[in-house]
């Protein structure tokens, strides 16, 4: 047990901060290796290796905030331990998986320990931290996810060119470290007794309808249509249930009073949207690249590197707009239409023959722009009407919401993709998968335009010191995760 006079915040930061680069990391990193995967396990559909993806995000989002709030209940440091304990050995395993479905079990494994490192670390870092010092702790510990969404397509690539299974063994090292310093280093904590136990059943419900409303995408090419329509109808039956019951128990996973407020819920209507139609062109970037162009993966990873080293850049530009009172939502959605317009530069420009800098790049960075004007604003004006103490679980279902998003865009683009046959039909199919795309975008901004916050707020609680605050804030505005 580490003594509090024996705490060296500097190091806790430096830990707390490896553990946020390795959730952020896998990813992104699984991307640029999806193409070598279905080499390997030869014979698998482009929609059975959409698991791979779909698999980690599903679970990574349905347990954010429950493993949040048992290591809040039972000890954040256990929390963290663990959450390091099990992504590294399930990384291990991802490695060592003999066929898809091993995989996917592996990545679902993995899922629940990167769900279980995001909130603990940054339970710990407001611990250790005192307030006037806490902001700038966890903006370098946000920083280090935005450093893992930038890194990951690039270090991805590098990897894959000599095995995929190197992605995830990559992961070992980096888990085996941050464990042995945590036990060293991280002071515990926890809130106690009187933190509630979560819903662990709505939870499992929520994943359950997600997962059912996934598959139905993914299979609507080689499944009958009534098949398809009965797997969405029970998803949405599910999720109705699980609303219902939200309403009822004393800690749900998402409390309907957040959804009330105004400018919480149109904030994760439009990352919703957003992340959907930003999933979606992020795989069919490096599907075209890979499958069309015939990219190695090393090109792949440095081809879609641009887009997201634009985003912290024009997170600053966004700031200083909201600075000058610029709406929040006006400066989301003129993000969300810059998006629209790169994916509908590369949709009216690409052409069979390899042209990088010409027909896809102006694209690739145009959308970086729109990225990073909107997902920082989305994310920071998610809690601008919050209570301070809702905050933590605020966060958390906005993130909830990022990773649902990207669920149905990875889904949405496998279906509409479909399974073409030569360039003309390919090129038919990814054209209209990126105007779906940019559809989704144009909708995005119609909904960040209500997101800008009224002028009356709900209070915080006393209790609840506002400095504390303003540092977890730091982590919408500055974890920005570019890649997903």
């Known amino acids: 047990m580490v003594e509090q006079s024996q705490v060296r915040p500097r190091l806790v930061l430096a830990v707390l901060s490896v553990a946020s680069f390795m959730a952020g990391l896998d990813l992104f990193i699984v991307n640029v290796a999806f193409d070598d995967i279905g080499r390997d396990f030869a014979g698998e559909s482009l929609a059975d290796l959409s698991w791979v993806l779909n698999g980690f995000a599903i679970v990574f989002a349905a347990l954010l905030v429950p493993l949040g709030r048992l290591a809040d209940r039972y000890g954040r440091k256990t929390g963290l331990l663990a959450g390091l304990v099990v992504f590294t050995l399930a990384s291990q395993a991802c490695a060592l998986a003999p066929s898809l479905w091993w995989l996917v079990a592996f990545r679902v494994v993995q899922a629940v320990g990167a769900a279980a490192l995001v909130p603990t670390s940054l339970g710990l870092l407001l611990s250790v931290f005192p307030p006037g010092r806490r902001a700038g702790a966890v903006r370098i510990w946000s920083a280090s996810s935005a450093l893992a969404a930038a890194a990951g397509p690039a270090l991805g690539g590098v990897l894959v060119d000599a095995s995929w299974r190197w992605v995830f063994e990559v992961n070992i090292p980096i888990g085996v470290l941050a464990t042995l310093l945590a036990l060293r280093f991280v002071p515990g904590s926890r809130e106690g007794a009187a933190a509630r136990v979560p819903d662990l059943p709505g939870a499992a419900g929520l994943t359950a309808a997600i997962a059912l409303l996934a598959l139905a995408l993914v299979k609507i090419n080689d499944w009958p249509g009534e098949r398809t329509a009965v797997a969405a109808a029970v998803a949405l039956l599910v999720l109705a249930l699980f609303w219902l019951r939200s309403a009822r128990h004393p800690a749900p996973v998402i409390e309907p009073s957040l959804l009330a407020v105004r400018t919480f819920a149109w904030s994760n209507a439009t990352v919703l949207l957003f992340t959907v139609a930003f999933a979606a062109n992020l795989l069919l970037g490096v599907l075209w690249m890979q499958q069309v162009w015939h990219f190695s993966a090393i090109r792949t990873g440095l081809g879609v590197a641009p887009g997201p080293l634009m985003v912290p850049l024009m997170a600053l530009a966004a700031g200083k707009l909201i600075a000058a009172r610029v709406p929040v ?8 239409m810059l998006c629209a317009s790169g994916v509908a530069m590369m949709a009216a420009s690409l052409g069979p023959e390899p042209a990088y800098a010409t027909e896809l790049l102006p694209g690739w960075l145009v959308g970086g722009i729109g990225v990073g004007l909107a997902l920082p604003t989305i994310l920071s004006a998610a809690a601008a009407d919050l209570p301070a103490d809702r905050f933590a679980t605020g966060s958390a279902v906005v993130n909830m919401s990022r990773q649902i998003g990207a669920v149905l865009g990875v889904s949405l683009a496998v279906a509409v993709i479909g399974k073409p046959h030569g360039y003309l039909d390919a090129h ?29 707020r709900l209070q915080p609680s006393p209790s609840v010191p506002g400095t504390e605050r303003e540092a977890v804030a730091g982590t919408l505005v500055a974890r920005t995760e570019p890649g997903r």
Do not use: N
Not at 329 to 336: F, H, L
């Open 428 to 456: 038919h199919s990814y054209v209209h998968a990126w105007l779906v795309v940019g559809a989704f975008m144009v909708v995005a901004a119609v909904a960040a335009l209500g997101m800008t916050p009224r002028r009356r």
């Open 329 to 336: 939502g006006v400066v989301t959605a003129a993000g969300c």
